[in-house]
């Protein structure tokens, strides 16, 4: 974990620590503020557990020592603080609560969500990411559920792009494709809980073939996150009737839409050529322009 979204990666993967790395990670969440002053030594008292505990909780985390822990709170706590909403995301919507009520909250939780998950990705990842897609000779995509929703419109965006790509939401096509890659092709697998027994076989077979495997999920130290090469985080903040796994598409697609776009970057020309290629083919089943109404670029009026 990098020096920053540590409150929203903790609130995601408290659930899976050992019970005493729990106990810090709850102390933390309790009181961000309090804990990011405080000293070792108090924060061990405050969390009934070692000072040693402490410190095995931040090298979990992938931080060197308590005082680089204490800066990356801080600075999230600063954050957190200059941007926050003014309704509580964390509010219950209640049965008689009005549509404007469950706007604020919903709105509220997926920005948040949205702004930790961009704070926390490793942006080099994302690059290698982007540079593998670009030259692969085959990018394949796995999820299921929700989670196959963001899979599905990623391979839209990649398609409409010259990239040769596949989408699969059957664990069975999906084992066969992938056994199919090689070196130098792409596979993405998504799933929020990074436990979702398919996709974990699906990376694992990509990668035993040599391809990138690449891990989209909310836990950094799930079995999807060992299987793959490559892992790219995402934040969710449930709210009422929208669980952590119906949460996380909006994380997902901002993951997704990154990469599309740098992979845009690297084949500007193809990219470029296959828009204009793609406006035309669909022109004539577009109604023609209002009398009046300015004329666009038409490689940027796709549906």
Known sequence: MGNQGVIGRLRMEQPTLPDALQRVAATILDDPDTAAKASIVDLAERAGTSTATVTRFCRTLG????????????AENGRVAQAR??????KEIEPGDSLDQVLGVVAGADSRAIQETASQLDLDL????????AAAERVELFGLGSSGTA???MAFRLERIRVPCWFRSDAHSALTNAALLRSGDVAIGLSHSGRTREGVEVLAEARDQG?????????????MAEAADV??????HETTFRLAALSALHSQLLVLDLIYVAVAQRTF???TEAFEVTARAVQAHRFAD????????RSKEQE
């Not at 994302?126 to 897609?133: K, L, Y």
């Not at 892992?231 to 969710?236: E, F, G, K, R």
């Open 63 to 74: 931080f060197p020592g308590y005082a680089a822990l204490r800066v990356a709170l801080a």
């Open 269 to 271: 020309e193809r990219t």
């Open 85 to 90: 909403w003014e309704t509580d995301i964390d």
């Open 290 to 297: 209002e009398p009046g109404r300015p004329r666009r670029n």
């Open 231 to 236: 892992v790219l985080t995402t934040a969710v």
């Open 126 to 133: 994302v690059g290698r990411v982007a540079e593998a897609v």
């Open 211 to 223: 391809a990138l495997a690449v891990a989209v999920t909310s836990f950094a130290r799930s079995p």
């Open 151 to 153: 899979a599905r419109e």
